[in-house]
Each structure stands twice: as structure tokens, then as C-alpha cells.
């Protein structure tokens, strides 16, 4: 394509993208960039329910309908930045050939189907990783410091010292070594805990920053049972779902802590309720589960032993503009012809 045509991005999330900054950070391109901000968001139910087709017609029809702005964003973009993609995108931006997600999940967007179709896609791995590595350690050291234990003790004005455990020395398992799994060991060796991950791209000998060892997929065992905390920060793909079912509960060390940052898919919820009732695990963190909202009748509420947070893991204060500023990098990339930076390839799907 020419460098004298105009390289057109629409951003329909987020609705408050600092257009002028990101203006100024593309001027400097060889191919001039049009920048449309064209709000469009659905509703979580459909959102959630985009994660397992066919989506019912009745929640399709939930689905906001574009106005004309829109509609001629959608007609003119060649890149697009989105939280939702309306299914049939395909007929409404023709001239479309690659979609940012807002996320790092992408089973809401169609992926399959916008690969078929020759679009690219990718994510947004890596804007909230500070923030959900900082979750998961706050996390952890409230089961450790029994910091629950801590407050009840003052309301009940009773004052009685409870046990609690030492960071320093205790291995954490890393299932997922990507952006938020580097975050999280980071974070974990400064603590000086040892620290094991795997990851799904490994060749024998390979090592990371941080990483006290580093493993293919086939070290899960090793980490289930070294691990006095594994922290799940792996993708939803047919692989990792049911990940950790009752054989790999019952593997884990007796009091070890599971936290699950990643997707509610990868756990087998009913097998992880059976272990904290037993008492086989000490704790379970979940900021996802299957179902989202999560049932009020689901056994986890009352697990004992879990710590559950409605998926807000990520600090909204700075995701949105670490979300831009990855998309601004990837219109770069784009328009010299180089790979997206979180491209989705068809085998990860």
C-alpha cells in the first residue's frame, strides 16, 4: 500500500482515549495516520457469553446499535482497537486487517473466525501485569500474615497473636510465564522466595529473569509439588482447560495456596471446593471463576479457606493508557511492516 495513504485506526475502546497524545506519538510515521474515536461497548452478558458459541439470538440482539459516526468509522479503519467486536464486523469494515483487543483475554472477540477471515489480532498482555502481580502478592501475604485473623482479633477486642509464615525461603510455582507470570516472579524474588514457572514455548535449558528454574508445560507436576503457592497466569485454550482438576489438587502440597488470576476455565471449581473443605489446600485466591458474576448459590462462597475478588485484579488508574500506548506501538509496527507485538497465532487458539 502507497505511504501517501492514510493509514485509518479506529479506537471504540476506551470511549475517553487521549486522541491528541497518541496524534503526536504517530506524526512522526512515513504513512499518515487517521485516528477516529468511536465509542462501542456491550453488555457483560453478551461479552460473556461471546466466550462459548453460539452466542443466543436474544442476547445478540442486546447489542448496541452503531450509529452513523460509527458506521463510517467501521467502513473507512484498517486497524481497530476494541473491548467488544460485533460478529459481523467482517461485513461492516471491509477494509479491516488487524484488531487490537483491550485485554489480554480474547475468547469474547471472535478470534477464530477474524483470523479466518485473513485479520490479525492482538492483545493487550502486558498493560495490567503490574497491577495483577501486585494483587496476587497483597493477596498472599494476607493468608500468610493472617491478616483476617488480625482484624477479627480487634473487633472482637480479644488480643491473641495468630500464626503466620515467612515469604523468604517458600517456593512459588508459575503456571504461565508471560507478562503477568514475569511480573509476579519479579515481585516474588524480591521477597526472596525460590521461584519455579513453566511455560507453554520452551526449549531444554532456557531460563528467565527471576526464574530460579524454568520449564515446558510437562514440569506442572514438579510445581505441584514443590510449590507452596502456584499462581495460575496461563491462557484460556483447550489445553489449560480443567488444568487443575482433582488429580492436580490432590498433588499440590498439603497447605499450599492456589491463586488463579487467569480464567475461571482452567480450575475445576467443584474439586478445589472438596479441598478447602478437607483442608488439603491452606488457601484459595480467585479473582475469576467460570461463571461471572459467580452464581449465589455456588459452594465457593463458602469455601473455607478462599479468597475470593470479582475479577478487578487489574488498577484501573493506569490500564487504559498502558493499553493505548501498546496500541500506539503496534500502529508503528504496522505501519513499517513489522509483527504486532502480542500477535495471536491460529495454534494458540
Avoid at 498433588?251 to 479441598?275: F, H, I, K, S, Y
Amino acid at each position: 500500500m502507497s505511504t501517501g495513504e492514510p493509514l485509518v485506526v479506529c479506537i471504540n475502546h476506551p470511549p475517553d482515549a487521549d486522541v491528541s497524545w497518541l496524534r503526536a506519538r504517530l506524526a512522526g510515521l512515513e504513512r499518515p495516520v487517521e485516528i477516529l474515536l468511536a465509542p462501542y461497548k456491550e453488555n457483560l452478558r453478551l461479552r460473556i457469553a461471546r466466550r462459548t458459541p453460539p452466542v443466543p439470538p436474544e442476547l445478540l440482539a442486546t447489542a448496541p446499535g452503531p450509529d452513523a459516526g460509527l458506521i463510517d468509522a467501521w467502513s473507512r479503519c484498517e486497524a481497530l482497537m476494541a473491548l467488544d467486536v460485533p460478529h459481523d464486523i467482517g461485513e461492516r469494515a471491509p477494509r479491516l486487517r488487524w484488531v487490537q483487543g483491550f485485554g489480554a483475554g480474547i475468547e469474547h472477540l471472535g478470534a477464530a473466525a477474524l483470523l479466518e477471515r485473513g485479520i490479525e489480532v492482538a492483545t493487550a498482555a502486558g498493560a495490567g501485569a503490574g497491577s495483577i502481580a501486585e494483587f496476587v502478592m497483597g493477596r498472599l501475604l494476607e493468608v500468610w500474615k493472617q491478616t483476617r485473623a488480625v482484624e477479627a482479633m480487634q473487633r472482637e477486642r480479644r488480643f491473641t497473636r495468630p500464626a503466620s509464615r515467612t515469604l523468604e525461603g517458600a517456593t512459588l510455582g508459575i503456571v504461565g510465564l508471560g507478562a503477568i507470570g514475569s511480573a509476579v516472579a519479579r515481585r516474588a524474588a524480591a521477597f526472596g522466595m525460590r521461584v519455579l514457572a513453566t511455560r507453554r514455548r520452551w526449549v531444554a535449558g532456557q531460563t528467565a529473569p527471576d526464574v530460579d528454574e524454568l520449564l515446558g508445560p510437562d514440569g506442572l507436576p514438579r510445581l505441584l509439588a514443590e510449590s507452596d503457592a502456584l499462581v495460575l497466569c496461563a491462557p484460556d485454550t483447550p489445553q489449560t482447560r480443567d488444568l487443575i482438576d482433582g488429580d492436580a489438587l490432590a498433588a499440590m502440597r498439603p497447605g499450599a495456596v492456589l491463586v488463579n488470576v487467569a480464567r475461571g476455565t482452567l480450575v475445576d471449581e467443584d474439586a478445589l471446593a472438596g479441598a478447602l473443605e478437607t483442608r488439603a489446600l491452606g488457601a484459595a485466591i480467585l479473582d475469576v471463576t467460570r461463571v461471572e458474576p459467580l452464581p449465589a448459590d455456588s459452594p465457593l462462597w463458602d469455601a473455607p479457606g478462599l479468597y475470593l475478588s470479582p475479577h478487578c485484579a487489574v488498577a484501573p488508574d493506569s490500564y487504559a493508557r498502558r493499553a493505548v500506548e501498546l496500541f500506539a506501538e503496534n500502529v508503528e509496527r504496522w505501519a513499517r511492516g513489522e509483527p504486532l507485538r502480542n500477535r495471536v497465532e491460529p495454534d494458540a487458539l
